[in-house]
């Protein structure tokens, strides 16, 4: 079975082919995976401009689209079904994402998968390494930042969420801050290598309170405070600076899936979870080690998906559709794009929570 999948979320225009077998349980194989970064046209702003992300996505879709058919060696004619991020998203860019699969579906007569970016994300690690249901996701990313139980297919239980900030996104105010440029994750990670994390003293805000939920926003502002305190700063200051906030991230990311893995094995009769993380931030090794360090150490599996399919791609989506045409899902050219769209709809709104796509 293969699959054209097309993601325009938010600032990459993305399209891939994937193929899976009848049951697409996985590991499922990339036929082609072609990803175009708006980040140039982005960067004087600090951020994505959504307007600018819609008209860039308008004029490269089709071209990235041939492009995808073409390295995977195949044609409409011989794809099996289309997939499409149908949300959620900055809604000009999915619009322009859904319209063209819709056509693309009309002209043809295949099936229509509308898929969610952020299961996208969350059934990577099926697609790559087959893991297998139920597993624990650390969805970290520049617009969500969530610990879900996942179930199965479509079947999401939250377990916890940012309350302000996603983690992404308070990588990329950090280097706004610090004039480090756009996107800040790698720019910050970069800088910490050989920083002291132990120069400046920065919080672990809702670390001492029960549950799963965290919080990024106190943190970010006692960044902001420490630059303006040590104002103007040397590079030094800089590389400090970001290895603390780093080391701030990942104390909090550790304490986080310590207690997970503690609540999954009281769900799940004291058996270990697989653990995956998900989403741009998983790109970031420091934290990637760190995590991984704390699920052997309870015992437990880490999944981190090759760094190119963490970020933004249409290879997720098109296995996400895949996994879905298994079960002979269609929807057709009825359903809308969608801004927000949360994995667990029962789980009550949070800021931060079912969105996708940072804004300046
Ligand atoms: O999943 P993604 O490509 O897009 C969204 O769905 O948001 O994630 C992008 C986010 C950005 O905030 C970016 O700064 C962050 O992932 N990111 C990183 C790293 N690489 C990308 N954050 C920390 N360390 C990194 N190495
Ligand atoms: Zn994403």
New binding site residues.
């Given amino acids: 079975m293969q699959v054209l999948g097309i993601e325009t979320?938010?600032?990459?225009t993305a399209a891939a082919v994937v193929a899976a077998d009848a049951t697409s349980a996985g590991p499922g194989a990339i036929l082609s995976n072609v990803v175009l970064s708006q980040i140039e046209k982005h960067q004087a702003f600090g951020g994505v401009v959504p307007e600018i992300a819609a008209r860039a996505h308008v004029e490269a879709l089709d071209g990235i689209v041939a492009a995808a058919l073409g390295d995977a060696a195949t044609e409409l004619a011989d794809i099996d079904g289309i997939a499409v991020t149908a949300g959620p998203?900055l809604i000009g860019g999915v619009i322009v994402g859904v319209m063209t699969a819709k056509a693309l579906a009309f002209a043809t007569g295949k099936p229509l998968i509308a898929v969610n970016?952020?299961e996208g994300?969350a059934l990577t690690a099926r697609l790559t390494d087959g893991v297998h249901f139920p597993f624990l996701l650390f969805l970290?990313?520049?617009?969500?930042s969530q610990i879900l139980l996942v179930r199965g297919l479509g079947d999401y239980e939250r377990w916890g969420t940012t309350i302000d900030d996603?983690?992404?996104?308070a990588?990329?105010k950090t280097?706004k801050l610090l004039d480090l440029g756009?996107?800040?994750?790698?720019?910050?990670?970069r800088a910490a290598a050989d920083g002291d994390a132990g120069r400046f003293e920065l919080p672990r805000p809702l670390l001492n309170r029960a549950g799963l939920d965290m919080s990024f926003a106190g943190l970010k502002t006692a960044v902001r405070l420490a630059a303006e305190r040590h104002s103007p700063l040397d590079r030094r200051a800089v590389s400090d600076l970001c290895a603390g906030f780093?080391e701030a991230?990942a104390d909090i990311l550790a304490h986080r899936l310590e207690r997970a893995i503690a609540h999954y094995r009281s769900h799940y009769a004291g058996s270990a979870p697989t653990i995956v993380l998900?989403?741009?931030?998983?790109?970031?090794?420091?934290?990637g080690a760190r995590l991984d360090a704390v699920a052997s150490e309870a015992g437990a599996h880490l999944i981190v998906p090759p760094?190119n399919l963490?970020?933004?791609?249409a290879a997720m989506i098109a296995w996400a559709g895949a996994e879905r045409l298994a079960r002979g899902q269609d929807d057709g050219l009825g359903f809308a794009p969608r801004s927000r769209w949360p994995l667990d709809e029962t789980a009550a709104p949070v800021l931060g929570h079912g969105k996708?796509?940072?804004k300046v």
């Avoid at 979320?9 to 990459?12: A, I, K, R």
């Avoid at 756009?182 to 990670?189: H, N």
């Fill in positions: 979320s938010c600032d990459e998203g970016h952020l994300h970290v990313s520049g617009g969500h996603a983690i992404g996104e990588f990329d280097a756009f996107p800040g994750g790698p720019a910050v990670e780093q991230i998900a989403g741009g931030v998983a790109a970031n090794q420091v934290l760094q963490c970020t933004d791609n996708h796509g940072v």
